[in-house]
């Protein structure tokens, strides 16, 4: 445990400003592309304000995926005990540790750079307790589920995404932004918006707001069906949006009317609309498809 003067100093330290990343961009040859949601952030005040609400202590081993040039990294280095850095483009894996020895050269051997795409990771060198970053815009969503469901050891987090996606991932039933990714993240975690964050901090600037989103893990839902039959009957719902459920279902059963059957055995109402229901129902869904499958499993014996 950090003493009250470590912790202080750590505080102190610097962080990335517009002339340093002008200097790194310069000095790597950078041209951030769209299609890794490149926008890194010059603002340090931002950066503290990030770390902050995510409540970064000593004990914590934070997961950043997509350091980039490192801004939000030293913030994190300088409350965690080890920050575990996931980035895709070689270029910039390469220089973050060099930066970090730079800029906080005490506490360069806390950081660990993986070189890969976040979304096959499936083993870290140490359980991490949080995750907090700036994810790349293009890949959020499916990033931050599978960090939920491949490593479970992380009960809080704080993410940075676009605005209209921090909607969507706090979205409560009956919303109109409430939807797939509202449902899935509902499986592993609560969520709720902390924060937004202006274009004018990113370079290059982005052409739409972001916005915090802060995750606390909670227990998993109680249910005999497991997560991938529940995220398949969530797609198949929301495949056409503004149908009844007897309707969006009648796929996985033949009919409008045997999807009527399996959603009263459920106790839901079969004219209903997948955006009217909370994650609990669609597990109940989920269960009474499988005792569908069973009955006519035991029918065909």
């Given at each position: 445990?950090?003493?009250e003067h470590d ?30 949601g490149q926008n890194f952030v ?260």
């Open positions: 445990m950090a003493s912790q202080r100093q750590r505080d102190d330290q610097p962080l990335l400003d517009p002339t340093a990343i002008r200097g790194l961009v310069a000095e790597l040859g950078l041209r951030p592309t769209k299609q890794r010059t603002d340090a005040n931002t950066v503290r304000r990030i770390v902050g609400l995510a409540e970064v202590t000593p004990d914590d081993v934070v997961v950043e995926v997509g350091p980039g040039l490192g801004s939000l990294t030293l913030g994190l280095l300088h409350r965690a005990r080890r920050v575990i850095a996931i980035e895709i483009d070689p270029l910039l894996a390469g220089a973050l540790p060099a930066t970090v020895a730079r800029l906080a050269p005490a506490r360069a051997e806390a950081l660990t750079v993986i070189t890969a795409d976040a979304l096959r990771v499936d083993e870290l060198p140490e359980p991490p307790t949080k995750v907090v970053a700036n994810l790349p815009y293009n890949v959020s969503v499916p990033v931050l589920l599978h960090l939920l469901a491949t490593f479970d050891s992380w009960q809080h987090g704080l993410v940075m995404v676009q605005a209209e996606v921090a909607d969507r991932l706090v979205a409560g039933p009956g919303s109109k932004t409430y939807g797939i990714p509202s449902l899935k993240l509902a499986w592993y975690a609560s969520s709720r918006r902390v924060g937004s964050v202006a274009p004018s901090v990113f370079w290059p600037v982005p052409n739409v707001d972001s916005g915090l989103v802060a995750l606390a893990r909670r227990p998993p839902v109680e249910t005999t069906a497991n997560r991938a039959a529940v995220f398949a009957v969530i797609d198949t719902a929301f495949a056409q949006r503004r149908k009844m459920l007897r309707s969006a279902l009648a796929g996985l059963v033949g009919s409008s009317a045997a999807a009527s059957v399996v959603l009263e055995d459920a106790g839901i109402d079969p004219q209903v609309r997948g955006e009217q229901l909370e994650i609990a129902d669609f597990a109940r869904i989920a269960e009474a498809l499988a005792r569908v499958d069973r009955s006519g499993d035991s029918a065909g014996h």
